[in-house]
């Protein structure tokens, strides 16, 4: 049994935790839940007061929410489902011995290391430019029109900018989860006639199929956020092509100067994310026990 001395040494261990938590997130939390209840703008501080779920009933019957409710939706399921593909065939790849297979790797994973608002200026200026970007200087050469890929294909660019970015993270979990597979049994399975298509399908797509919910989880948690890609290259556009949650709170923020209704936007948005990753988390979960 533990003495009151101990106990009192343990409180003293987990105290500056539990400090450092509120201070960092609770104290916010609330500060947020409170904003969200106030009618509180800044351009017009002197007629802030209390207004209820007015801020709530005005984002919810406000198009734009909706739009970018959808367009996040749309970013998180395409990057999804391209890292998870390309992640797998590449995964099979890297896990193949030839040379130069180190570099090859270093390679792979280097994007995961460049900060996001440089991936953005990359992709924008070097990229995807339709005056002087790689895309469009290529496309003239051989007869063609450069594409304007911000201003035509506004969604598929920021899919494609952040699948690049995600790939390697999705690369590095596959792969490693990739070189635990027991070769004895491909071995096996070989030697009993099944085609390597056969061998892929039914042993090594279902030992990825724990990584892959890895990948999901953490994934889906930062691409429920993405900011900074959005900022850099399109800002939201055109219209609200491209405005997703994360967006549309900055611009009720910082553009609208709309303190309440930006708070309520992000009550909503961390309701959705928890949901999201309780769902996750409990199909981890059962994965897990069977």
Do not use: C
């Not at 351009?43 to 734009?64: C, I, K, M, Q, V």
């Amino acid at each position: 049994m533990t003495t009151a001395s101990q106990q009192r040494s343990a409180s003293l261990l987990w105290t500056p935790a539990v400090v450092v938590l509120a201070a960092g997130s609770v104290i916010p939390l609330l500060m947020t839940l409170w904003f969200s209840a106030q009618r509180y703008n800044l351009l017009t501080p002197d007629l802030s007061g209390f207004s209820g779920f007015e801020n709530y009933r005005h984002l919810l019957g406000d198009p734009a929410f909706w739009a970018s409710l959808r367009n996040t939706l749309v970013l998180v399921g395409s990057v999804l489902l391209v890292t998870i593909v390309l992640g797998v065939l590449l995964a099979v790849l890297f896990n193949q011995d030839f040379r130069g297979r180190n570099f090859a790797r270093l390679l792979a994973i280097a994007p995961f290391f460049i900060m996001p608002t440089v991936s953005a200026l990359i992709w924008k200026n070097l990229l995807m430019h339709p005056v002087y970007g790689v895309f469009g200087i290529v496309a003239r050469g051989v007869g063609g029109t450069a594409v304007d890929w911000f201003a035509d294909h506004p969604m598929l660019s920021i899919i494609v900018i952040l699948s690049w970015e995600w790939l390697p993270f999705s690369l590095l979990i596959l792969l490693t989860a990739l070189q635990s597979l027991d070769q004895e049994q491909l071995e096996a399975a070989r030697m009993d006639g099944a085609g390597a298509m056969a061998r892929f399908a039914w042993i090594t797509l279902p030992h990825l199929s724990r990584a892959v919910s890895v990948i999901i989880m953490m994934e889906t948690i930062f691409l429920l956020a993405v900011f900074a890609e959005i900022f850099v290259t399109t800002s939201g556009g055109p219209g609200t092509a491209t405005t997703n949650l994360a967006y549309l709170i900055y611009g009720r923020a910082l553009l609208q100067f709309d303190i309440g209704g930006a708070s309520a936007g992000g009550v909503i948005a961390i309701i959705l994310a928890n949901i999201v990753a309780a769902l996750l988390a409990r199909t981890m979960a059962t994965q897990l026990e069977t």
